[in-house]
């Protein structure tokens, strides 16, 4: 084909010989190497700066926020933490408070923080790439950045990585980091705080050493199978056992258990008579079923009602169906004294008589379920079952929670999870449609740990979904940032106390177990008031009558201080101890008199307390009237706490006691001396002359 | 240039004696060597070479700043030496000698093949067979068809013992192309074949060394995932 | 107006301070285009005639021109990005990031750089291939060939070092997995590999060596060995020439220098 002659003559003109075509090569190779100076003028960044101009413009304050306005690349830049936070580029309106009606992003005001950017910068707690000045490489997951902006919902993890103590607005981390400890997960993987100490577990598995003595091998398979079928709340995770698996790890731990100490030497034939007998007897069980009232025994144990609602306190197992799983014979040893059987119970050693021991067994062997082990039919274990049922108890790594006789606790059985909010994706193995990011990994490796591949061993938790993003948050917190996080810019969490009280009130201490509910010197549980300072703030005779008699000083509580049947001399001895070691330093007990106060300043004081103070509120001191159910009760409190204590809790309660619900008021001296005549005069002698 | 004067030798002179030197060959009567004294058209380097070169190197520099300006190169995380990727690969054009790791010791795929390969290619124009530049079969046939199938199979039988299958492929088709190429008939009408049939021992070689090359680099970079393991590239 | 442009160029080419510069002069005489050549320091490595058909793209492809052209390239893209460039660790990777990031036009810059090296390899074995295929490897110009790998193996050298450079997960594991090759060599193989790494595994310190012998030591090899070669083109007689294609062997194979 010719082309026409003009054409022809144009390519020619054009392209005719070599230095005319090295011309046109030249320009298009220019205007291509210019293509990429313009790209970088259409940056995303510039695009969303010139975006919030325009929408500054339009308002009011125009002046002011153009003023603020800084173009070009902005960055935070703090090398000792690691942060280079080019978000400040694109997020301009962030600290522009009259932006708070804009909705749109980048644009959005930031929320009240409690630490500023310019000391912490973004990604500390949003992650993200802070360098990048492009969306997708700020926000996303690219090949060359693992960290993905975390979802609103895990963010309280960031705060977990400098604050290992809790805090008050990250209920979410908290509840997570209990979790960790509570339900066993740290029995199996090492988790070191960036100071590296160990997490420790708070929950205490139950030796199997004994468990012959104490429950049947049937009931250890129904459970084995599925903990939840017979506690809704179980902490013990579901393992997935095959049936025959379940049936070995039973004959296993059926034929490794040992009699426990003095078994069977406390075995009292009356007791068992008694118990037996409350079958047929309706007296008995009123009996018996105020006894385990009266004991407060629901303060740490659950019982389901007939709504099927779990009442009562979670510090000890659900008593739902404990007819089922214990034998009599061990329950009634356990209920005098169930140090015997395990030390380190945190049950009290309650002073029962044997008629009431007798009373509570067969109360609690009553409630029983029939179908918990109605379809349970084991044949006798033969010596290979056995063997295969102590492999699989090796394997499954029931050790690590459980003293198990004849398999040793393992080392490191699970992976440390030290580093595990840090933990690049690559080296991740996806169960098949899980989102590839860490934060959607760890929620499906929870919530469906066998979706992963067989013979994986993490077990099944029945955790709700909160449950389950508390956890992740948890184990978010512990990443390579926080490691690195300098010590100045971190709070420590506090140490563990290992308090015990010492002498012969000591081992009363222990024998009741008071720190499963009571704080004292930074141990114990969060249950009941702490003790640290009880010696400044009550009086000695209202102690020693509050031991052998407690009666309950708040009433909205259904969880009470249970009644131990203390004999004299060990209340003696308890008081003594409590009113001579535990004294705060901040009051002088007997700086203020107990009585004698002027009618006036009495007068003033009640004055002050229901109209200026309106302490009826939350306290009751006329019980006909008053409302108050959130402090405790106020009746004869003038009996009960030293002048010099409740004088000092006016002025500032936190002081004495952080945390405490009572406001801060900042009452003059006046003030709080009326007020503390007034309460001192509160002697509740009428009450008390009546009850006696 | 025919003899036919009688003399010793012919004396030929350029004609155009304006553009070139006057040139001078001797040819004696006892070689067989057929001398053409034709001059080529030659042109200055300058400008149009030059300029030539300009215009290919430009070319090129266009297509790769349109390849510049739409893909990125790759940026992984920062480097953890604690944390080994797997797999772990080289550049792509190591991935030949990284695939044959997989099959033998290092002291055989990592140095003693590419000092081979290195040292090969250094010899390559002294060596005696290549300056004949004539097919391989086409003298002495008989003794080096022998050679030939022999030392095939004995490399074939190697490859299989250490199951380098990937290797193996290349090398059975170099093999077959060189006995296509000996039992091509004196007469044969294909351009093809009569083609294959004058290549040279040197062609063998270097043509078997460009297969595996190609096979186990493409081998390398696309079909080997997770532990060295088979894997397709279009299944991510 | 070509025409114009053209006479205020030769206007141009006529002064004293252009003839100063260049040697040659101006016009476009045989001599005066011969003299381009010969009378400029790095043309005069190339030769004032080239026969007619070497100059089609059939011929060669190229392919040396086009590899020669990619290293050009590399030279210009390396030098603007050792500006922004740390050979420390970590900080070059973070410099790797901002190029990405903040500089203008480094992402371009790099992957420029970043693809040309890889164009420059793959051309590199074209030419090799291309050039052993046409037999243009044969004597006079064996020598040439032999140049031909030396610079075959410093482009990969050259390579795989700036392999190292953006101190990513992937320049580490690559040159960790080249790096255990060096140390199967029999008896020197661990010095081997302590010399080329400056310690016994990937660190700051076989960063700083691949910088060095990227940025300076194998640059330098290079266009030494690239200056013999072209040259040896023009000594060798030129570029190849089939023999069958009526090719005058006193012309091309003589081995007899040309000009």
Redesign the interface.
Known sequence: MRLPDSIEKLRQRLFGDTVRTFAWTSLLLLILLAVAPAKHYFADWRVYQRGYQQLISKRSDAVTLRRHFEPGIQQIWLPEIGVVDRCTTCHTGLKEASLADVSKQPYRHHPDMPHKAEEFGCTVCHRGQGAATSVEDAHRATDAWDEPLLPAKYLESSCGQCHQQDLKGTPQLNLGRKMLTQYGCIHCHTVKRPDGTVVAATDDPPSLEHIADKTSREWIYAWLKDPQAYSTTATMPNFKLKDEDARDISAFLMASSTPGPDAGSKVVPAVLEQAKKLKGDATLQTKAASLYGQSFCASCHAVQNAAGNLVGGDIGPELTKVGSKVKPEWLQAWVRNPHQYDPGTAMPRYRFTEQEVGLLTGFLMNKADADLLANVHLDAATPEQIEHGKRLVSDSGCAACHEVNGVKRPENFAPELTKVGSKPVAQLAFAPGVKHTLYDYLDAKIKQPHAFGAGLKMPQYTFTATQVDALVNALLSHNERALAMPAAKTVPALPESHYEAAGSAGKLIRDLNCFSCHMINGRGGEMAPELTSEGSSVQRDWLAQFLRNPNTLRPALIRRMPKFNLTDAEINTLTDYIMTVYQSPKVDRDSMPLTGYPAGQVELGKQLYYSKYGCQGCHIIDTKQDKGYVGPSLTHVGSRLTAAWVYNWMKDPQALRAGTQEPKRDMSDDDARALTAYLMSLKGHDAMEAKK | MSDATGKDFVAVVASDQRKAPVRVAFVTRRTSAQVKSQDEEVIQAFPEVLFRAAIAVQLLAIVLVLISLFFNAPLEGLADPSHTPNPAKAPWYFLGLQELLHYFPPVVAGVLVPTLVVLALIVIPYFNINVEAEGLFLKDRKRRLQIFWVSSGVLCLFLLLFDVIVALVPTVMTVALMAVAAYTPANTSSNFRRSLAGKPLSFWVMSWFLFELVVLTAVGTFFRGPGWSWVLPWRS | MSVRVSKYFDALTETRAWRSVFRGGSGSS?LH??M??QQNIF?HL????????M?SLNTTW?LG??T???F??LVITGILLMLYYHPS??QA??D???L???V??G??L???????A??M?FLV?AH??RV??R?A???P??FN??IG?VL??LT?LL??TG?LL?????????I???S???????VV?DRVRFLMLGGH???ANALLRFYVLHCMVLPIAALFFVAIHFWRIRKDGGLY?HQKD??????CDSGRPQL
């Open positions: 045989t285009r011969s381009a050549i043309l190339l030769s004032t005639k080239v026969r007619k058909r100059i190229y021109t086009l020669l052209g990619t050009g390239i660790a970590p990777y973070a790797t990031k901002d990405q990031f903040v203008s036009s992402q371009f790099r992957n420029l750089h970043r693809w040309s890889h164009a390899v074995f090799m291939f052993f295929y037999g490897y044969r004597a110009r064996e060939w032999v790998v075959l193996l990969l390579s795989y392999y953006p101190w990513d997960q992937l320049a580490y594991w690559a960790t997995v080249g255990n090759i060096a140390s199967a060599v029999p193989g595994f990937v660190n020439a009526a090719a005058s062997v006193s012309n």
